[in-house]
């Protein structure tokens, strides 16, 4: 018994040595300066995005006629961005949204019929307009300017600055599928989208990947690894460390329901797809969620956050906060922990209220997470 006793204790005591060992020699023990790369990871650090980062405003001659139509009608489309690479070159920006419509034959949304109404000519002069393709606008005929007209261009301009930037920290861009129809009540015959099912969103991963070398994306495939699904893979391993995903490109899905499920038919683990999907715990593609809700969904947003997933919210509407200065969502949103917040103001609201979303404390493009992040981290360590 004695010796049994005595073996045991001698291997306990190797254990706990070895134990001790282990954690002298790991480069993360002490979180400094310069093993942020190596020790911290994707979902440890918050940015700033944008909402409908393409957008400009229709012109006053529309919006008038718009409103004559509907009172009210354009006010939620009165803002503005700057062009992709400017956003990404001077604001810091991190993460984008490009919403697309499909196209396959060329020519579809050349003729919006704002156009008549606001007495404009009739056919935009855009030569990319006329090619197949998708193409990125917010609601046909009504609401189309755009800083980059074509799926393709808009992602061309932030490869572009990618491969010219290439310490850049991780980019996510967000792609919403549209296809929703017009009131039918207008007194114009509107453009009717085409649908967008498996075979169109396959088209998607095509244009992306016609852009982007696989080593430039961020894929589920890359963070999955060796796993079986993303979630187990997110549980064992964890996601990228910051130093991996520098200068690369992340893509998700914005869509829910039926283009989620299409878009995962016949790749239930997202195998081979560019896309991550929102998918909240419990799901096998559980990585990335879309909560839009910062106020709602605030505590539900930290909880996820906490435990491995990352999360994209937004901070205002279109232009309620713009117009009244409250700044309760973007606080909410910034508290959160969610890795994207999204904003249709990283400048200053030009309605005189004052509004404008900033990282807390920081200059540079990310702070370190207010939930995730290691309690050593520090958010001047995480430069470019």
Not at 69 to 98: A, C
Not at 196 to 206: G, H, P, S, T, Y
Not at 304 to 311: A, F, H, Q, T
Not at 364 to 371: D, S
Request: negative net charge; aromatic residues 8%.
């Amino acid at each position: 018994m004695q010796r049994h006793a005595l073996m045991a204790s001698a291997t306990l005591a190797a254990v706990i040595a070895a134990g001790a060992a282990g954690c002298e020699s790991d480069p993360c023990r002490s979180l400094g300066s310069g093993n942020v790369d190596e020790c911290l990871r994707l979902n440890h650090i918050q940015t700033l995005g944008t909402h409908n980062s393409y957008h400009l405003q229709p012109s006053p001659a529309l919006r008038q006629a718009l409103d004559s139509i509907s009172p009210g009608w354009g006010e939620h489309w009165e803002y503005d961005h700057r062009p992709l690479v400017e956003q990404l070159e001077l604001l810091g920006i991190r993460q984008l949204e490009l919403d697309i419509f499909h196209d396959p034959y060329g020519g579809h949304f050349v003729r919006p019929a704002g156009r008549l109404l606001a007495g404009e000519p009739e056919e935009l002069s855009e030569p990319s307009l006329l090619e197949p393709g998708f193409k990125v606008l917010h609601v046909q005929d009504v609401d189309y300017e755009t800083t980059c007209w074509t799926f393709v261009s808009c992602l061309e301009e932030v490869r572009d600055w990618s491969l010219s930037n290439t310490d850049h920290l991780p980019i996510m861009i967000l792609v919403e599928v549209k296809e929703g129809l017009l009131p039918d009540t207008l007194d114009f015959n509107p453009t009717i989208p085409f649908p967008v099912r498996a075979e169109e969103l396959d088209l998607i991963d095509e244009e992306i990947r016609s852009v982007f070398d696989e080593d430039h994306i961020l894929t589920p495939d890359y963070v999955r690894g060796g796993f079986p699904t993303l979630a187990i893979a997110l549980e064992e391993k964890g996601w990228p460390t910051l130093g991996s995903a520098r200068g690369r490109i992340l893509f998700a899905l914005d869509n829910t329901e039926i283009h989620r499920e299409e878009y995962l038919r016949d790749h239930p683990n997202l195998e081979g797809r560019v896309m991550f999907v929102s998918s909240p715990p419990g799901e096998a593609t559980a990585a990335f969620v879309k909560m839009n809700e910062a106020i709602r969904d605030e505590d539900l947003i930290r909880e996820y956050v906490s435990r491995g997933l990352v999360v994209r919210t937004r901070s205002d509407i279109p232009v309620r906060e713009a117009r009244s200065g409250d700044t309760t969502r973007r606080e909410a949103a910034l508290r959160s922990g969610a890795q994207w917040v999204s904003t249709d103001y990283p400048e200053e609201s030009p309605f005189g209220s004052g509004y404008i979303v900033r990282l807390p404390g920081v200059t540079g493009p990310a702070r370190c997470n207010p939930v995730s992040a290691p309690p050593a981290c520090r958010s001047e360590w995480i430069v470019e």
